[in-house]
């Protein structure tokens, strides 16, 4: 089954630590995203790549950064600049860059205390 | 700056009733304009979408209208079922060319509960 695998669902950090979530696709396609989801604020675009190698800020790319050395692959590491990082996270792909349906995974859900 | 506004944030409904949830956007570059399904821990999956050629688009229980010249479009679920409890969100996005022109901007979300 083709899809997006998040890990791990629930993560739980000490403030002050840096913390990478996990996203791999295998639908083969070439763009991938990270939204981060609050209550009412609805998803917010963090980091997106169109290509390996290459990626790109979204509205609220401080205190996050991003790796995309694989086609399946787009790491996101929260860390302790990010101010408010207990989130929900999604991460998503498109075919490419162009193709507007996206395909989600199932979150991590982030803690930091 | 949200350009898609979303309401309301929480809606009851009973089992056979009409949901609907309204956006409204402000960018007239918009030509796409999806809605999203999220179950509880789960990624939102897309469940319709329209393009503003249209002013209305059914899809089995599921219906998006759209009011171009209000910069308005709506998502109406007929016959609400308990199943249909999940968060919606809208969107919206230009399919300008440029990189970041097909970025989906979202709306804040409406937590749906549909009462047996």
């Known amino acids: 089954d083709g899809g997006i695998t998040q890990s791990p669902k629930y993560l739980f950090r000490k403030e002050g630590q840096n913390v990478t979530l996990s996203c791999e696709q295998n639908?083969?396609?070439?763009?991938m995203y990270w939204y981060r989801q609050d209550p009412g604020q609805g998803l917010r675009l963090i980091y997106y790549s169109q290509i390996v190698n290459d990626f790109q800020k979204g509205d609220i790319a401080e205190g996050y950064s991003v790796s995309r050395e694989k086609k399946e692959s787009f790491p996101l590491t929260v860390t302790s600049a990010q101010k408010n990082p207990t989130a929900f996270y999604l991460c998503?792909?498109?075919?490419?860059?162009?193709?507007?349906?996206?395909?989600f995974g199932n979150g991590t859900r982030l803690t930091v205390t | 700056q949200q350009q898609v506004k979303q309401s309301p944030q929480s809606l009851i409904v009973q089992k056979g009733g009409i949901s609907i949830i309204n956006c409204a956007y402000e960018?007239?570059?918009?030509?796409?304009f999806p809605w999203y399904q999220q179950f509880p821990g789960k990624g939102p999956a897309l469940l319709i979408a329209i393009r503003p050629d249209v002013s209305e688009k059914k899809e089995g229980r599921f219906t998006i209208s759209f009011n171009k010249s209000a910069k308005q479009f709506s998502l109406h679920i007929m016959d609400s079922q308990p199943g249909d409890s999940a968060t919606y969100f809208c969107?919206?996005?230009?399919?300008?060319?440029?990189?970041?022109?097909?970025?989906?901007?979202f709306g804040g979300g409406t937590r749906l509960m549909v009462k047996p």
């Open positions: 969107a919206a996005s230009m399919g300008s060319g440029n990189n970041a022109g097909n970025m989906l901007t």
């Open positions: 960018n007239t570059a918009f030509d796409y």
């Open positions: 998503a792909s498109s075919f490419t860059r162009r193709d507007r349906l996206l395909h």
């Open positions: 639908l083969n396609h070439d763009a």
